[in-house]
């Protein structure tokens, strides 16, 4: 028999205690490979609710993401600096995840309540001085903690990945410890557990934690830094030198992300609510975007007012949602050749669709992306309380549940391909889009998008657009209007009017072939259906601009697809009117 073959037991002794030592270092290797792959995916996604919390904040979406990942990486860089400066790698790493577990799991409720605090101190301050509404004390120092407060965003991004990026030194310094030797490949086979676990990482933020409310998806990331601590707390006891202190801290952080875990977004929305004038009677978090409902009482011989909003930014007021919806179907339905068959692009809330659906079109098309939003409008009852889904019904008067309408939850800059494959035809198009204030909505902007409903839309149909304020964003306008005109559109014309709640608001319509839109509407002798607001009159007059509206028209540039120029023009209009340049 050969040597290799004896059995354990008449194995010499210094190679028995070789092969335990070989499968207790096995064993070490893939625990801590497998944690630094799991924190590691757990930092990216740190990353990600920072940045996407504090674009909700500062309402700058892509660049808040890109400010708040740049951020935390040199963060990052800065404490794997600082981890030499740990003196045991064992004690230090189960500090760390402890720390980062709380501050990951608590910091999205404490940049809340600092932006609350911000918010209402004035309101306070007044109140108890009896201060008028115009003196609220909003200026010097108070200006400034409301600046800090919604920029604290940032400041927890550095300081959690000043913490994360400590990790990797940690690990590599307990690998080596074990080893008890220099290990040629320690870096590189941490390395690649770490780009491994932010993959996976990022995967399961898109696809699970992106769909949650904001509070849980930090308390789930945050429980697996707790679970990491503990597993290593029980593998490297004896070299733990504070390990009841440890145990204790653990339960009790435990104990911490439960709460967050269960009220978390309950507090949350409290703080939230902070920032509205109104009563918040419902919030709710889909994949998209923050929907929020505010009601205002009115007094005993009016209905309350209902406001809607989309990440903070006010989507409709109930009180004069009939002006802007008004606007944005009577002249296209007016002014169409027919109205049997029409395209909706946005407008989840059914309010522009009721208005199109007075017309009596055989078919209408809606497409939207956000189907969490659709069925809040389509069924609120089973959505929202009770008094709330009342409203809803009868602002959009059930419009979504009209078997005429057919409803495409989906992207519609490619649901459009698909209407143009089956080759569909439509008498009129509507796009009733949000701002161009992120990105993603900024294709929906684009000559591309504008182009291919050019094609979807019939010879003498007609083709209106939300374009956002010709006031507060007029380059913005001017450009939706210069891409139309690049999509081959025939005649494109532009009008406004003021909408309290927004201020003064623009539109722009477009011909395919055939007359333009005013020629069209100057031949009527009044509008064919009745509206709440609007009458052919004051619609002629919306097509006139002051002077020298158009004087700079040329100079400003269209948004072709990959551009971003609506993106930027809107980004910086916005920007200027929160002086933040």
Same mark, same amino acid.
């Given at each position: 028999?050969?040597?290799?073959?004896?059995?354990?037991?008449?194995?010499?002794?210094?190679?028995?205690?070789?092969?335990?030592?070989?499968?207790?270092?096995?064993?070490?290797?893939?625990?801590?490979?497998?944690?630094?792959?799991v924190?590691?995916?757990?930092?990216?996604?740190?990353?990600?609710?920072?940045?996407?919390?504090?674009?909700r904040?500062?309402? !700058?979406?892509?660049?808040?993401?890109?400010?708040?990942?740049?951020?935390?990486?040199?963060?990052m860089?800065?404490?794997?600096?600082?981890?030499?400066? !740990?003196?045991?790698?064992? *004690?230090?790493?189960?500090?760390?995840?402890?720390?980062?577990?709380?501050?990951?799991?608590?910091?999205?409720?404490?940049?809340?309540g600092?932006?609350?605090?911000?918010?209402?101190?004035?309101?306070?301050?007044?109140?108890?001085?009896?201060?008028?509404?115009?003196?609220?004390?909003?200026?010097?120092?108070?200006?400034?903690?409301?600046?800090?407060?919604?920029?604290?965003?940032?400041?927890?991004?550095?300081?959690?990945?000043?913490?994360?990026?400590?990790?990797?030194?940690?690990?590599?310094?307990?690998?080596?410890?074990?080893?008890?030797?220099?290990?040629?490949?320690?870096?590189?086979?941490?390395?690649?557990?770490d780009?491994?676990?932010?993959?996976?990482?990022?995967?399961?933020?898109?696809i699970?934690?992106?769909?949650?409310?904001?509070?849980?998806?930090?308390?789930?990331?945050?429980?697996?830094?707790?679970?990491?601590?503990s597993?290593?707390?029980?593998?490297?006891?004896?070299?733990?030198t504070?390990?009841?202190?440890?145990v204790?801290?653990?339960?009790?952080?435990?104990?911490?992300?439960?709460?967050?875990?269960?009220? +978390?977004?309950?507090? #949350?929305?409290?703080?939230?609510?902070?920032?509205y004038?109104?009563?918040?009677?419902?919030?709710?978090?889909?994949?998209?975007?923050?929907?929020? /409902?505010?009601?205002?009482?009115?007094?005993?011989?009016?209905?309350?007012?209902?406001?809607?909003?989309?990440?903070?930014?006010?989507?409709?007021?109930?009180?004069?949602?009939?002006?802007?919806?008004?606007?944005?179907?009577?002249? !296209?339905?007016?002014?169409?050749?027919?109205?049997?068959?029409i395209?909706?692009?946005?407008?989840?809330?059914?309010?522009?669709?009721?208005?199109?659906?007075?017309?009596?079109p055989?078919?209408v098309?809606?497409?939207?992306?956000?189907?969490? #939003?659709?069925?809040?409008?389509?069924?609120?009852?089973?959505?929202v309380?009770?008094?709330?889904?009342?409203?809803?019904? $009868?602002?959009?008067?059930?419009?979504?549940?009209?078997?005429? !309408?057919?409803?495409?939850?989906?992207?519609?800059?490619?649901?459009? *391909?698909?209407?143009?494959?089956?080759?569909?035809? /439509?008498?009129?198009i509507?796009?009733?889009?949000?701002?161009?204030?992120? &990105?993603?909505?900024?294709?929906?902007?684009?000559?591309?998008?504008?182009?291919?409903l050019?094609? #979807?839309?019939?010879?003498? +149909?007609?083709?209106?657009?939300?374009?956002?304020?010709?006031?507060?964003?007029?380059?913005?306008?001017?450009?939706?209007?210069?891409?139309?005109?690049?999509?081959?559109?025939?005649?494109?014309?532009?009008y406004?009017?003021?909408?309290?709640?927004?201020?003064?608001?623009?539109?722009?319509?477009?011909?395919?072939?055939?007359?333009? &839109?005013?020629?069209?509407?100057?031949?009527?002798t009044?509008?064919?259906?009745?509206?709440?607001?609007l *009458?052919?009159?004051?619609?002629?007059?919306?097509?006139?601009?002051p002077?020298?509206?158009?004087?700079?028209?040329?100079d400003?540039?269209? *948004?072709?697809?990959?551009?971003?120029?609506?993106?930027?023009l809107?980004q910086?209009?916005? $920007?200027?009117?929160?002086?933040?340049?």
């Amino acid at each position: 028999m050969s040597k290799s073959a004896l059995p354990n037991d008449s194995l010499p002794q210094d190679l028995q205690n070789a092969q335990v030592k070989s499968k207790s270092h096995l064993l070490d290797d893939t625990l801590l490979i497998l944690t630094m792959a799991v924190l590691a995916g757990c930092g990216l996604i740190y990353e990600y609710l920072l940045s996407h919390y504090a674009g909700r904040v500062l309402g !700058v979406m892509e660049s808040t993401i890109y400010t708040m990942i740049g951020l935390m990486i040199v963060s990052m860089g800065l404490g794997a600096f600082a981890a030499r400066k !740990v003196r045991c790698a064992f *004690n230090g790493f189960v500090w760390l995840e402890l720390i980062i577990a709380l501050i990951g799991s608590s910091a999205i409720l404490i940049i809340g309540g600092l932006i609350a605090i911000t918010q209402i101190f004035p309101e306070v301050i007044a109140t108890m001085f009896s201060l008028p509404p115009d003196m609220k004390p909003q200026g010097g120092i108070f200006k400034q903690l409301s600046w800090l407060a919604f920029n604290s965003p940032y400041f927890f991004g550095v300081i959690l990945g000043f913490f994360i990026g400590m990790e990797i030194p940690l690990i590599a310094r307990i690998r080596e410890h074990i080893h008890q030797q220099h290990l040629a490949n320690n870096l590189g086979t941490i390395y690649g557990a770490d780009y491994v676990g932010a993959g996976i990482g990022a995967a399961i933020w898109v696809i699970f934690l992106l769909s949650i409310d904001i509070s849980k998806a930090a308390a789930l990331t945050a429980s697996l830094n707790l679970i990491a601590g503990s597993f290593f707390i029980l593998r490297y006891w004896q070299h733990l030198t504070w390990r009841k202190t440890f145990v204790a801290l653990h339960c009790g952080l435990a104990l911490v992300i439960v709460l967050m875990f269960s009220y +978390g977004n309950q507090w #949350l929305n409290q703080m939230n609510s902070l920032l509205y004038l109104d009563k918040v009677v419902h919030s709710d978090k889909t994949r998209y975007q923050q929907l929020t /409902f505010t009601e205002r009482h009115m007094g005993l011989e009016q209905d309350n007012v209902i406001n809607f909003y989309l990440n903070g930014r006010l989507q409709f007021s109930s009180i004069d949602e009939h002006i802007y919806h008004d606007y944005l179907v009577a002249p !296209v339905m007016a002014g169409s050749a027919r109205q049997e068959n029409i395209l909706i692009i946005g407008g989840g809330d059914g309010l522009a669709l009721r208005d199109v659906l007075k017309y009596n079109p055989k078919k209408v098309t809606l497409i939207d992306l956000d189907s969490e #939003l659709i069925d809040i409008f389509q069924q609120p009852t089973d959505k929202v309380q009770a008094r709330l889904a009342q409203q809803i019904l $009868q602002l959009n008067q059930r419009s979504l549940q009209d078997n005429r !309408v057919t409803i495409l939850r989906a992207d519609a800059f490619i649901a459009i *391909n698909d209407l143009l494959k089956t080759k569909q035809n /439509f008498d009129a198009i509507i796009v009733d889009l949000p701002d161009p204030s992120h &990105p993603d909505l900024n294709k929906l902007y684009s000559v591309n998008f504008y182009a291919r409903l050019n094609q #979807l839309l019939s010879g003498d +149909g007609l083709i209106a657009i939300q374009s956002t304020s010709p006031y507060h964003a007029k380059d913005s306008f001017i450009a939706i209007g210069n891409t139309l005109a690049a999509a081959h559109f025939a005649h494109v014309e532009q009008y406004h009017d003021n909408v309290p709640s927004f201020g003064e608001w623009g539109w722009t319509i477009a011909a395919k072939t055939g007359a333009s &839109p005013l020629t069209r509407l100057n031949k009527l002798t009044e509008l064919p259906v009745a509206h709440q607001w609007l *009458n052919l009159a004051i619609l002629k007059a919306a097509f006139i601009f002051p002077n020298n509206f158009y004087q700079d028209k040329e100079d400003i540039g269209i *948004n072709i697809l990959g551009s971003h120029t609506i993106y930027q023009l809107h980004q910086k209009a916005w $920007q200027d009117q929160q002086g933040l340049n």
